[in-house]
């Protein structure tokens, strides 16, 4: 089954405690990306790849660092949370083209993870 | 980004169609329009998208204006199971990696009533 994994699906931390949540997709995409989501401002951009070892920011990259040493592996390091870091978050894949096709243009969401920084 | 305009909130009755209105007066010759949706405690969910023609698939039907500037998402026979926030995203398919970024508004929250 395609998918997008995620994990941990809920976690709660400290502020300062480095963490980190891994995201894996088997699709062989090469586009992956990391969302958070608030109430009333939805979802933004974190962090984004274009493949093995490309990565670019978001546009709310702060506080956040992304690695992409494999293709199917994408994961959101946070090596000082802090409580404004208290978020949904998802991860998202995706074929990486401009075809038309439904397979160009369809990205794979993960579960979520549940932040709490205290 | 080119934006998209929708309503905060639709209701309908079960078993009945429900047409979802967005607005993209700035959308531009190569944004695809994407929708995408979100039930609840769960990660959006693509639906459909299109370029200039009417769509069809197994989830919905998107209707697009002759001049591109707002569209409609159609779900034909609603079920409480779509019961979610809908997404009408613009999507720009000349620039892979900006294109692939999905810039999500505030959606619109659909109710179905049993």
């Known amino acids: 089954e395609a998918q997008v994994t995620q994990n941990p699906r809920y976690l709660i931390t400290v502020t300062g405690k480095k963490l980190t949540v891994t995201c894996s997709q088997n699709?062989?995409?090469?586009?992956m990306s990391w969302y958070r989501q608030d109430p009333g401002l939805g979802l933004r951009q974190i962090y984004y790849?274009?493949?093995?070892?490309?990565?670019d920011k978001g546009d709310v990259p702060e506080g956040y660092k992304v690695s992409r040493k494999e293709k199917r592996n994408f994961p959101l390091i946070l090596e000082s949370p802090s409580p404004n870091q208290t978020s949904l978050y998802f991860c998202?894949?995706?074929?990486?083209?401009?075809?038309?096709?439904?397979?160009?243009?369809?990205?794979?969401f993960g579960p979520g993870t549940r932040l709490t920084v205290l | 980004d080119a934006k998209t305009t929708q309503p905060n909130s639709m209701e309908s009755n079960e078993e009945e169609p429900v047409h979802l209105p967005c607005n993209h007066s700035t959308i531009s010759g190569t944004d695809y329009i994407h929708w995408y949706r979100q039930l609840p405690s769960q990660g959006p969910e693509y639906v459909i998208h299109?370029?200039?023609s009417n769509v069809n698939n197994r989830m919905a039907s998107l209707a697009i204006a002759e001049d591109r500037k707002s569209s409609t998402l159609i779900l034909h026979r609603a079920t409480l199971r779509d019961a979610a926030v809908y997404y009408c995203i613009l999507r720009d398919y000349a620039r892979p990696a900006a294109g692939n970024k999905l810039t999500f508004g505030g959606g619109t929250r659909v109710l179905v009533k049993p």
């Open positions: 699709m062989n995409h090469e586009y």
């Open positions: 299109g370029l200039t």
């Open positions: 998202a894949s995706s074929l990486l083209g401009t075809g038309t096709s439904v397979s160009y243009n369809e990205q794979f």
């Open positions: 790849s274009m493949n093995v070892e490309v990565t």
